[in-house]
């Protein structure tokens, strides 16, 4: 059993003992707002949430479901981007040029295509301060565009404290 007290804010019991692999709190963020993105470099998506463990031995689940609408460039046949997940300023999953969005065009129409993309990964943060974990992604080749919440359309960031 792990000890110390669970908050009893985001859900938590206040509970002072727990047994390893339970879920001792869930912090959900969303957001409609539109980010379009343009840059070859990582840009914040809007898409984030804050969550503070109770133990130095919890692990946090990253679950990440992002509306995103992909357009190719007038000249190019593809559209291909890639995604950071951080906590803080640290680079947890991701940090390829195309990690994680691609999509292949037949034409060079300037085409474009919406989509859900889905994202998760077990973080140790060994910490029992407030964290922040974000989504950052970024494009491949000048001239195309990522628009994160395109239309309103929401995205959504659900970090899931677990008993280490």
Do not use: C
């Not at 463990?53 to 919890?58: E, G, L, V, Y």
């Not at 291909?80 to 994680?100: A, E, F, P």
């Not at 989504?135 to 491949?140: D, L, P």
């Amino acid at each position: 059993n792990v000890t110390g007290t669970l908050p009893t804010a985001n859900g938590g019991t206040g509970a002072t003992s727990f047994a390893p692999g339970k879920v001792l709190q869930v912090v959900q963020g969303s957001t409609t707002s539109a980010v379009s993105i343009t840059a070859q470099s990582f840009t914040d998506t809007g898409i984030t949430a804050d969550i503070t463990p109770s133990a130095t031995s919890s692990k946090v689940l990253v679950i990440i479901t992002a509306s995103a609408k992909l357009v190719s460039g007038s000249s190019r046949n593809s559209a291909i981007g890639g995604v950071n997940i951080l906590r803080d300023s640290t680079q947890i999953y991701g940090g390829g040029n195309n990690n994680s969005i691609g999509l292949y065009f037949a034409n060079t129409n300037n085409d474009n295509i919406w989509t859900m993309s889905g994202y998760s990964h077990l973080d140790s943060p060994s910490s029992t301060s407030s964290l922040t974990y974000k989504m950052q992604a970024q494009i491949e080749t000048s001239g195309e565009t990522i628009t994160f919440q395109t239309g309103a359309m929401q995205s959504t960031i659900t970090l899931m404290e677990i008993a280490g």
